[in-house]
């Protein structure tokens, strides 16, 4: 994994809350749990282990935190390991004392929550395993579960990656679409520095070098290499020769990632941390 940041990452509280609210209507729906409240008195209390079922980078401990406390205010939850570390398989992430009732309720909303975003961390320190000592960094992209877009991107930055812009709205990236819908990239560049503020950073889509060279001709702060084999990589990074930021993408896989970050780009996305990750398996196991 990348260096420790000098301060802890957390999730915003109100985040949190929102998203945890949301996924326990979806399980509640308008009856509740009709099976524990069934069979469990509503004063009962137990204790539980959140166990890894296989060694990863721990990811989404607030959520689960909150999934449990939505169903019992007092419940104590006690970190064994913290957001961003690592777990051996078998290893205990968290330790719950709460009622019985919030601990069985509450569970798969945890365990959701913390599976996935747990999953995009051990996937996303991988890649940056990967590529350690070539100065490159892994970004991951847009490609993310709908409604989850801020928590996947957060497991990423856990994972040790950073983050590719938010949305639409906080980065101009102009694609090739943009560029045959304006009717070239002189008109789509034109309008945008007429219509964007001056702290507004502007990426060009460029799919060869002929393109790279017409990109670089104006005033653009980065270029997105898109789907470029290592030899058209290399050359590339020579033609920008540390003008704009370089960035590569598409079809990155662990096996390949190595020798994309050996041409001297800057930043590789991919597309996968978030689109394609396996959750990290982990079970809730009754201690008393």
């Known amino acids: ?23 326990l209507e979806e399980d509640l729906g308008l009856a509740g749990d009709v099976t524990t409240d069934a069979i469990i008195p509503a004063d009962a209390k137990s204790e539980a282990a959140i166990v890894a079922r296989q060694a990863g980078v721990v990811a989404g401990l607030d959520l689960a935190e909150a999934a449990f406390k939505a169903l019992d205010p007092a419940t104590r939850f006690t970190q064994i390991v913290d957001d961003g570390g690592k777990v051996a398989e078998g290893g205990t992430i ?39 000592g070539t100065g490159a960094r892994i970004a991951c992209t847009r490609k993310t579960t709908p409604g989850l877009r801020a928590l996947e991107k957060y497991a990423v ?14 980065a101009v990236l102009v694609k090739d679409n943009h560029i045959a819908a304006a009717g070239g990239l002189a008109n789509a560049l034109r ?25 670089l001709r104006f005033p653009i702060d980065a270029v997105l290499l898109d789907n470029m084999d290592v030899g ?20 990155v896989a662990l096996e390949t990632v190595r020798e994309i970050a050996s041409t001297g780009v800057e930043v590789i996305s991919v597309g996968a941390l978030t689109h394609s990750p396996r959750n990290l398996d982990s079970s809730l196991e009754w201690e008393a």
């Open 157 to 170: 930055r856990t994972g040790g990656g950073v983050n590719h812009r938010f949305g639409l709205y906080d």
């Open 94 to 132: 968290a330790e719950i004392s709460a009622k019985t009732r919030a601990l069985l309720t509450g569970e798969r909303t945890a365990l959701n929550f913390l599976g996935r975003l747990s999953g995009i961390a051990t996937l996303t320190a991988a890649f940056v395993a990967a590529v350690e």
């Open 232 to 251: 058209t990589l290399k050359k590339a990074v020579k033609l920008v020769a540390g003008r704009v930021v370089t960035e590569a993408s598409g079809g």
């Open 1 to 23: 994994m990348s260096e420790t940041p000098a301060f802890p990452l957390r999730l915003p509280p109100l985040l949190v809350e929102r998203a945890v609210s949301a996924a």
């Open 191 to 215: 309008s945008l520095r007429a219509r964007s503020g001056h702290l507004v950073r502007i990426e060009v889509e460029v799919d060869t070098l002929d393109q790279l060279e017409e990109a």
